[in-house]
C-alpha cells in the first residue's frame, strides 16, 4: 500500500501516478532506441531505472517493501512457444547480457534462398515429381504459374515454362535441390543467405523489456485509487500491449523465414538439353555455326512465308470473288450509264434534223444593182 510521509499527501498522490506512468513509457522507448546491441541488457537497464525512482521520490511517496519484488518475476525470459523454433530444435535465448551474447554467436538467424533454372523433356512429369519431392520433405509450395502452350501445336513448337515457389525446411533444402537435379536438367544453381540476427535478438530484447513494463504497469494499476490515474495507467498499458502483439508478430515471421528456407525454381519444356561447355568453342566452329544458323533462318522464313500463303489462300480467293464481282457491277453500271447518254444524244440530234426538215425552203433573192449604174 501507499503511504503519504508528507503533508498534502493526498494531491502528489494523485499527481504522481500519472506522472510515474509517464516515466515507465519514457523509459521503455529509450531502452528500445538502445535496443541495437543485440542482447538483454536493456531489460536490466530499465529495472535499475525503476528502482532508482521511488528513491529520488521518497520525500513525496513512501512505497512499502516489497513492491518491486512483487514486479520482479515479469522479468522472464522470452520462452513462446513457436512450431517453427520447435521444429528446428532451437530454445529461446535467456535473459542477461552474457546469455544474450552468447545466443546471439551460437544461433545465428540466417534466411537462405536458393534459385535454380531447370530443363526438361517431359513437362508434366517433372511438375508433378517437383510437388512430391517438396510436400516429402516437409516443405509446401507457395505460390506457382504455368505459361506456354503444348509441346506441338499445329506442327510448331511451343515451350511451357512454370515458375514455382517453394518453402524448404532449412536442414533438407541442399537434399531436396539435389534431388531436384537429378529429375531435371540444371542449366544453373544460386544461393543468397540473409543474416537477420541482430534484428532478432534486438525484438527479443525488446519484447522482454516490454513484458516488464506490463507487469509493473498492471501492479500500479492494482494500487490506483482516482479514475484519472486509472485512466491514464490503462492507456500507457495499452500502448505497451500493442507494441508486444507487433514485436510478438514480427518474431514469428522471421522464426517461420528462417525455420522454412526459399527454393525459387524455373522450369522450361525444351526438346533439347541445352548443352555447357567447359571451353568456348574454336573461331571457325562459332563460324560454321553462325553460317548454319543463317541458312536455318532463311529455310525457316521460306517455310513460315508459304504457311502463311497457304493458311491465307481460301481468304484470298473469297475476297478476290467478292472485289471480281463489285468490279462487274461497277462495269455494268458504267456502260448502262454511257448507253442512255448515247441514246439521249442521239435522240437530240434526230429531233434537230427534223426541226431543219420541216422549215420552207430558202428562196435565192438576187441582189439589187446600183442606181448610177441603171442611169
Known amino acids: 500500500m501507499l503511504s503519504i510521509t508528507n503533508e498534502g499527501g493526498s494531491d502528489m498522490k494523485r499527481s ?5 506512468a509517464a516515466g515507465l513509457s519514457l523509459a521503455v522507448l529509450l531502452s528500445g532506441c538502445g535496443a541495437s546491441s543485440g542482447n538483454a541488457s536493456q ?16 520525500t513525496a511517496v513512501d512505497y512499502s517493501a516489497g513492491f518491486y519484488d512483487a514486479a520482479a518475476p515479469a522479468a522472464e525470459n522470452y520462452d513462446m512457444d513457436y512450431g517453427s523454433d520447435a521444429a528446428a530444435g532451437e530454445t529461446a ?12 554467436d551460437t544461433q545465428r538467424k540466417i534466411i537462405r534462398h536458393a534459385n535454380m533454372t531447370l530443363e526438361t523433356k517431359a513437362f ?28 506441338s501445336y499445329r506442327g510448331d513448337y511451343y515451350e511451357r515454362s512454370a515458375s514455382i515457389m517453394a518453402r524448404i525446411p532449412a536442414e533438407k533444402l541442399d537434399e531436396v535441390a539435389s534431388q531436384v537435379g537429378t ?25 522482454e523489456t516490454l513484458n516488464i513494463q ?33 514485436i ?36 571457325s566452329t562459332r563460324l560454321s555455326n553462325a553460317f548454319a544458323e543463317g541458312i536455318d533462318s532463311i529455310v525457316v522464313s521460306l517455310e513460315n512465308t508459304l504457311l502463311i500463303c497457304a493458311s491465307a489462300g481460301p481468304v484470298l480467293v473469297v475476297w478476290l470473288v467478292i ?48 442606181e448610177d449604174k441603171v442611169k
Open 16 to 20: 504522481f501516478l500519472p506522472l510515474f
Open 43 to 58: 531489460a536490466t537497464a530499465s529495472a535499475a531505472a525503476y528502482q532508482e525512482m521511488p528513491a529520488a521520490t521518497e
Open 93 to 104: 535465448a535467456p535473459s542477461g547480457e552474457g546469455a544474450a551474447q552468447q545466443a546471439a
Open 124 to 151: 508434366d512429369e517433372a511438375l508433378r515429381e517437383i510437388e512430391s519431392l517438396v510436400t516429402g520433405s516437409g516443405g509446401y509450395i507457395e505460390s506457382q504459374s504455368i505459361d506456354g502452350q503444348s509441346l
Open 183 to 207: 529429375l531435371c536438367n540444371v542449366v544453373s544453381r544460386s544461393e543468397s543467405m540473409d543474416d537477420i540476427s541482430d534484428t532478432y535478438f534486438d525484438a527479443q530484447a525488446r519484447l
Open 214 to 246: 506490463e507487469e509493473r504497469l498492471l501492479a500500479i494499476l492494482e494500487k490506483a485509487e482516482s479514475l484519472e490515474d486509472v485512466i491514464t495507467l490503462e492507456s500507457a498499458l495499452s500502448d505497451v500491449r500493442y507494441e508486444i502483439e507487433s
Open 248 to 283: 510478438t508478430a514480427s518474431l514469428r515471421r522471421m522464426d517461420s523465414q528462417v525455420t522454412y528456407s526459399y527454393l525459387n525454381m524455373d522450369l522450361r519444356e525444351v526438346l533439347e538439353y541445352q548443352k555447357i561447355s567447359d571451353q568456348p568453342p574454336a573461331f
Open 323 to 370: 472485289l471480281g464481282l463489285l468490279v462487274c457491277a461497277i462495269l455494268l453500271i458504267v456502260r448502262r450509264v454511257q448507253r442512255r447518254a448515247e441514246q439521249r444524244r442521239a435522240a437530240r440530234n434526230a429531233s434537230v434534223q427534223n426541226a431543219r426538215a420541216d422549215q420552207p425552203p430558202a428562196v435565192n433573192i438576187p441582189p439589187k444593182e446600183p
